[in-house]
């Protein structure tokens, strides 16, 4: 019923900036949640202090988690775009 | 490259592409109308609520605050800890099945008057109207080329922009750290470097968003608008063109008869496009951009209104009504979500109601099984953790019950917690031998609180003794 934005047939097709937004935003928000529930029930200074690093605050911890988490699924995110490249280039009848 | 190519476009493709090649930038003009008021007013409530509630205070600490670093949630009365992970969970839960039913109903008006991106959208270009002039002098100065005037204006706008989003982002701390302490760390250069970050990442996000990305967020980045169609159906509420009413669409006279130019009521002054924050043209049909900001309505009733037709060429609607059938607002999909929901909130309001805020953990000293005493009583030590997870200081009162005749030690009768604090309490529980039925026994340690009648929760630990002689 509503009008679909043209589908591309292939990804390449879109602009950097779009694949850009594409590995980038849905990787911040797995992140988040991630950070949520990782976070409800570790707490960081248990974990700072396990990895041996007493003077890490919560903020801090929830800092470099959600970072963490970040670049990880970001990457994720980065080799499924890289992936979807074809290995043949198609044939132009 | 691709599978497309070598063929001609179609207009569609032809128009998307260009969309994704460069941004137009749009200019929204100002609209007034009903539906703008409410809009205005939705955002004036919003605003209020996400800049001024954090610096409520409530039983002499922030009212709302989600305080991440103490890993506890104040909201009103209500103190939630880790432990309360499920009720947050269920909450958000809740939040989302909430958004399918109101969807299914009423289409995007979360979109067009509450979501965060349109609120803050709305308030920079009202900014940036305030600065830069009327949508007409918004393009020219756009089209000038860099000058003295431009800059300075150019700079103005940024300026409050930007003190604007710096603001935001504190805001935004502040309801996951106290605010108070967060205003005195700013104005004494005291802020620690995380919350500097996190301070300056959702400014300049705020910025980003609402300033540069506006509608390409909705368009591009939100799962939302993506996903909604799936909660759609033809009895959902949107904004649409009345086609057959409007075609053919086209200029007149006010004076002059439509019907005998053979002409719809549609004068395509094309208003209702230079109004629309996604820069849609509404008569084109339904399109998955349209944010359902009704401010086409709004400005169409206007001209509706000038040339003496009747209102509502652009009108909420249902794509049922407008085949001229009937709206059903009760259906299957709506009695399910309701049904869902009903029961999410029962199950919510139930837990919250006989929650018990307060919890008791008992350790085992874990160096020995037990003692004998000078006496020949069997003794286990014990530390007891009490988390009193109410919002006011507690006594409270021990007492062991399950096994004859044992007998409580403790340093004093009492255990004060503070509020929201855990406090470890060591006892030692002696016993006579022959009172032991096994070398493993359950003992029930029951703790209550004298200052507040009912509050009070029992725990099972294991006390440990010699093999009884049989
Ligand atoms: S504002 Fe109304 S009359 Fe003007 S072009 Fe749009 S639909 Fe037609
Ligand atoms: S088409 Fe109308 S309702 Fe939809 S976004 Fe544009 S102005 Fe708002």
Known sequence: ?????TIYKDQQELPTIQRVI???????LVASISTFLFFAVFDPIDLGRLAGYPELTRIGGYTIGFFFFWVMTAFSCGLTCYFRKPVHPPTIK | MSATAGKTPTPDQQVEAELYKKRQKIYPREVHGIFAKMRNLAMVALLGIFYGLPWLNWD????????????????????????DFIYLSLLLIIAALSLFLFTALAGRLWCGYACPQT???????????????SRQQQMKLDKQPMSARKFRIKATKHLIWLLFSLWTGFTFVGWFTPIHELWHELITFSLGPW???????YGFATYGNAGWMREQVCIYMCPYARFQSAMFDHDTLLVAYDEKRGEPRGPRKKSADPRELGLGDCIDCTMCVQVCPTGIDIRDGLQYQCIGCAACIDICDEVMDKMGYPKGLVRYTTERALKGEHTHVVRPRIIVYSAILLFL??????????????ELDILRDRNTLYNETDEGLIENVYTLKVVNMTDKPQTFKLSISGLKDAEL????????????????????????PENLPSSGNDIELHLESLTQPGLETTETGRFLGPMPEL
């Open chain 1, 22 to 28: 594409s590995v980038l935003w849905p990787s911040f």
């Open chain 1, 1 to 5: 019923m509503q009008k679909n934005p």
């Open chain 2, 119 to 133: 609120v803050w959208t709305e308030i920079f270009l009202w900014i940036e109207r305030k600065v830069e002039g």
């Open chain 2, 195 to 201: 919350e500097t970050f996190w301070i300056l990442f």
């Open chain 2, 409 to 432: 030690i403790a340093q004093s009768d009492e255990i004060k917690a503070p509020s929201g604090e855990v406090v470890s309490v060591p006892i030692r529980i002696r016993i006579d």
């Open chain 2, 345 to 358: 909130f029962s199950a919510l309001v139930y837990a919250v109601a006989t929650r018990v805020p307060l």
């Open chain 2, 60 to 83: 002499g600490h922030q009212a709302i605050l989600f305080d991440l670093p103490a890993r506890k949630f104040h909201i009103f009365g209500l103190t939630l800890w880790p432990q």
